[in-house]
T-cell receptor
Framework: NAGVMQNPRHLVRRRGQEARLRCSPM?????VYWYRQLPEEGLKFMVY????????ESGMPKERFSAEFPKEGPSILRIQQVVRGDSAAYFC????????????FGSGTRLTVV | SQKIEQNSEALNIQEGKTATLTCNYT??????LQWYRQDPGRGPVFLLL?????KEKRKERLKVTFDTTLKQSLFHITASQPADSATYLC?????????FGAGTRLAVHP
């Protein structure tokens, strides 16, 4: 059981480029959550997805950010036209049902925009 | 608006002592509360979940209390060890998601 896999671990993008962050949930988990963490700050909820459905995207900026969890393959968090303020650690978590159980987190993707 | 407060100051204690971390919340009535541990450069790791109808939960050296009247949870680590040094996050159940506090850094000194 490999746990939640995120890649890449580190990603450097120039301003204006696109960033694609991938997350494979634990086997048997159908719920995926994306969080963003800035240095010395807590985890900020971005989006909650189930297979082929976005359930709650209330924490995701309306512009430039999108997320998907296709029937086959990993969940993708996509940031278009990145800006310096997008630099952060992005964590993916999965759970077997809804959030009545603890989340299993990946090791995160550290995005640096230069 | 909903607010979760954890001690922003780092907690420094001596090995063997009990560490107590606090999580307060306002404008909120969560069905349950969770505690996570986060080490530098890593994702959070789930430790304990306590429901609103439970006063206390234990797991090995860990104990969590949940007072819905005070809107507070206390997280205790007994017989602390240097390996317990990390940031501890409390998280409250929200609609469709967990809402995290900023975390408290614990340093256990030998």
């Amino acid at each position: 059981n490999a746990g939640v896999m995120q890649n890449p671990r580190h990603l450097v993008r120039r301003r204006g480029q696109e960033a694609r962050l991938r997350c494979s949930p634990m086997k048997g988990h159908s719920h995926v959550y994306w969080y963003r963490q800035l240095p010395e700050e807590g985890l900020k909820f971005m989006v909650y997805l189930q297979k082929e459905n976005i359930i709650d995207e209330s924490g995701m900026p309306k512009e430039r950010f999108s997320a998907e969890f296709p029937k086959e393959g990993p969940s993708i968090l996509r940031i278009q036209q990145v800006v310096r303020g997008d630099s952060a650690a992005y964590f993916c978590a999965s759970s077997p049902t809804d959030s009545n159980y603890g989340y299993t987190f990946g090791s995160g993707t550290r995005l640096t925009v230069v | 608006s909903q607010k979760i407060e954890q001690n922003s100051e780092a907690l420094n204690i001596q090995e063997g002592k009990t560490a107590t971390l606090t999580c307060n919340y306002t404008n909120y009535s969560p069905a349950y509360l969770q505690w996570y541990r986060q080490d530098p450069g890593r994702g959070p790791v789930f430790l304990l979940l306590i429901r609103e109808n439970e006063k206390e939960k234990r797991k090995e050296r860990l104990k969590v209390t949940f007072d819905t009247t005070l809107k507070q949870s206390l997280f205790h680590i007994t017989a602390s060890q240097p390996a317990d040094s990390a940031t501890y996050l409390c998280a409250l159940s929200g609609y469709n998601k967990l809402i995290f506090g900023a975390g408290t850094r614990l340093a256990v000194h030998p």
